[in-house]
T-cell receptor
Framework: QKEVEQNSGPLSVPEGAIASLNCTYS??????FFWYRQYSGKSPELIMS????GDKEDGRFTAQLNKASQYVSLLIRDSQPSDSATYLC????????????FGTGTRLKVLA | NAGVTQTPKFRILKIGQSMTLQCTQD?????MYWYRQDPGMGLKLIYY???????DKGEVPNGYNVSRSTTEDFPLRLELAAPSQTSVYFC???????????FGQGTRLTVV
């Protein structure tokens, strides 16, 4: 069973702090990795994609990928109360597959 | 740019009734997906399509059917609704395999 694991949380951080969200995956041939933000009652919204080892930065968000250790993380700098949501990690288990495996999400609470 | 549009947003069905969840996208994406999301269970793939006329089963296809007659539309049919089909349904699309997937607003379905 190919799996994507996330700590369900809640992860509570004070406003202005760095929030660190982690995700591990079981399939070594996974090739594409995504972070989605989902507010309560809303649909998943794509935040970041990462395809190769290392860091990828976009504004306050940084995605980190380590394929050898099979984990991907998301850092949110200068966290804001509006960042409070559930963050879903998704993995495309490739090659040649169209399927994305989603983790159950980590709930983040940013305290004002 | 509307992206992925789903209708209806909410629906209540009686056991044994049938309905079609509509999904359309205007991004000219070849790949489309139907997911269901249950509390604490993450997103599960029901069906997917890699182009007009081509569909395949995902992880949880029982009780559902799909068709893909055009690039834009990917309706999901529920036959003989059961309480186990109470869930939130999301349609998504991507331009290619393993690339970023974009989600519709979701349909919250309750079967009573």
């Amino acid at each position: 069973q190919k799996e994507v694991e996330q700590n369900s949380g809640p992860l509570s951080v004070p406003e202005g702090a760095i929030a660190s969200l982690n995700c591990t995956y079981s399939d070594r041939v996974s090739q594409s990795f995504f972070w989605y933000r989902q507010y309560s009652g809303k649909s998943p919204e794509l935040i970041m994609s990462i395809y190769s080892n290392g860091d990828k930065e976009d504004g306050r968000f940084t995605a980190q990928l380590n394929k050898a250790s099979q984990y991907v993380s998301l850092l949110i700098r200068d966290s804001q109360p509006s960042d409070s949501a559930t963050y879903l990690c998704a993995v495309n288990i490739g090659p040649g597959t169209y399927k994305y495996i989603f983790g159950t999400g980590t709930r983040l609470k940013v305290l004002a | 740019n509307a992206g992925v549009t789903q209708t209806p947003k909410f629906r209540i069905l009686k056991i044994g009734q049938s309905m079609t969840l509509q999904c359309t996208q205007d991004m000219n994406h070849n790949y489309m997906y139907w997911y269901r999301q249950d509390p604490g269970m993450g997103l599960k793939l029901i069906y997917y399509s890699v182009g007009a006329g081509i569909t395949d089963k995902g992880e949880v296809p029982n009780g559902y059917n799909v068709s893909r007659s055009t690039t834009e539309d990917f309706p999901l049919r529920l036959e003989l609704a059961a309480p186990s089909q109470t869930s939130v349904y999301f349609c998504a699309s991507s331009v290619d395999r393993g690339t970023e997937a974009f989600f519709g607003q979701g349909t919250r379905l309750t079967v009573v």
